[in-house]
């Protein structure tokens, strides 16, 4: 599903990722761990294009990652959802707007998509506040509806950079469960986390990025 062959990413001719080889397959929930500056957050940006490689080979399914044009780049985003830190929810759009403004790019008639924005709110138990605004909420129901935007397309491949960063235990847990749920629909969960505590006893598989590339792999 993903592919990584001989990949070397530079910021300013100083590599951070260098020779990275790995894959995910199709269904897998997986994990990326690191010290920071690793290149965890690099790893995401890279599968998802906004940050491209110096040198090696990405693939996403049937899409060669590395050579897409920059035209095909919205069609080939499509195809994946993402919870990252600098992509926040619209402070001036109710909850519901947030999470339904995905489907309008995808140009869904109206009730197909009012009817996919509540079932997701429901999904992440914030149809109560379908109508308030994102400063008025916590930082957990926040992030519940970060979740809801970037399920809400059911898409191929959800990325999700440090998802439980700023949340309490109790909250962390309530996410973790929203992606396994995802994952459970059909979607490939891949996620990036200093935290151990996120993938300790999930079962489920690591990739440890050391000396800028993956240096091991192991059971969480
Ligand atoms: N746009 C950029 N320009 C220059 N350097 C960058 C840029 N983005 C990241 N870096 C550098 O690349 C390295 C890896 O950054 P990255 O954000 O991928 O690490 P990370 O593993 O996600 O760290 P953290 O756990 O702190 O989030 C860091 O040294 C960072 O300073
Ligand atoms: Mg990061």
Known sequence: MISFSNVTKAYDKEPI????????DRGEITFITGPSGAGKSTLLKLIYCSERPDNGKISVDNWVVHKLKQ????????????????????????????????LRIHRMDKKALRMATHN??????????????????????????????AM?????????????GNLDAEN???????????????????IATHNEGL???????????????????MMG
């Open 17 to 24: 990722l260098k020779n990275l080889t790995m894959s995910v």
């Open 152 to 164: 809400v397309t059911k898409p191929m491949i959800l990325l999700a950079d440090e998802p439980t």
């Open 71 to 102: 035209r095909a780049i919205p069609y080939f985003r499509r195809n994946i959802g993402i919870v990252f830190q600098d992509f926040k929810l619209l402070d001036n759009k109710t909850v519901f707007e947030n999470v339904a403004l995905a």
């Open 199 to 217: 993938y300790t006893g999930s079962g489920r598989r690591v990739l440890v990025i050391k000396d800028k590339y993956i240096d091991r792999e």
């Open 120 to 149: 997701v709110l429901k999904e992440v138990k914030m149809s109560h506040k379908a109508k308030d605004y994102p400063p008025y909420l916590s930082g957990g129901e926040q992030q519940r509806v970060v979740v809801a935007r």
């Open 172 to 190: 962390t847990r309530t996410i973790m469960k929203l992606f396994r749920e995802i994952n459970a629909q059909g979607t490939t969960v891949v």
